[in-house]
C-alpha cells in the first residue's frame, strides 16, 4: 500500500486546512488509516484515525472538536479537516495505514506510511 499524503501549507491562526491522503489500493479488507504529526525535537504523535470500511474514528484528546477525519471508501482516502489552527498544531503531518480493526495510537502499529506534509500555523 502506497499512500500519497497533500495538503499541507502555510496558515494564520484560526485558519484553515484540510489534508489528503490517497492509498494506492486497499489490499485488506479492514484497513486503518490515520495521521499522525511530529513537530522538531518532539515525538511523533497520534492526531486521528478511521476505519475505511466502518468509519469508526479515534481522535487525540489535544484536537477532539477541533480536527475532523473523514474517508471516501470509492477513492481510498482519507481527509483531515483542521480548524482553529493554533501555532502548537505546526508539524510535519504524516499519513499512515494499518490493516485491522483496532485504531492504535502508537506509530510502530502502523506498516505504512505516507510522506509528511508540512502544517505551519503562524501566530
Known amino acids: 500500500v502506497q499512500l500519497q499524503a497533500s495538503g499541507g501549507g502555510l496558515v494564520q491562526a484560526g485558519g484553515s486546512l484540510r489534508l489528503s491522503c490517497a492509498a494506492s489500493r486497499r489490499t485488506f479488507s479492514n484497513l486503518f488509516m490515520g495521521w499522525f504529526r511530529q513537530a522538531p525535537e518532539k515525538e511523533r504523535e497520534f492526531v486521528a484515525a478511521?476505519?475505511?470500511?466502518?468509519?469508526?474514528?479515534s481522535y487525540a484528546d489535544s484536537v477532539k472538536g477541533q480536527f475532523t477525519i473523514s474517508r471516501d471508501v470509492a477513492k481510498n482516502t482519507v481527509y483531515l479537516q483542521m480548524n482553529s489552527l493554533k501555532p502548537e498544531d505546526t508539524a510535519v503531518y504524516y499519513c499512515a495505514a494499518r490493516s485491522g480493526n483496532y485504531p492504535y495510537t502508537s506509530p510502530k502499529y502502523y506498516a505504512y506510511w505516507g510522506q509528511g506534509t508540512q502544517v505551519t500555523v503562524s501566530s
Open positions: 478511521i476505519s475505511l470500511s466502518g468509519g469508526s474514528t
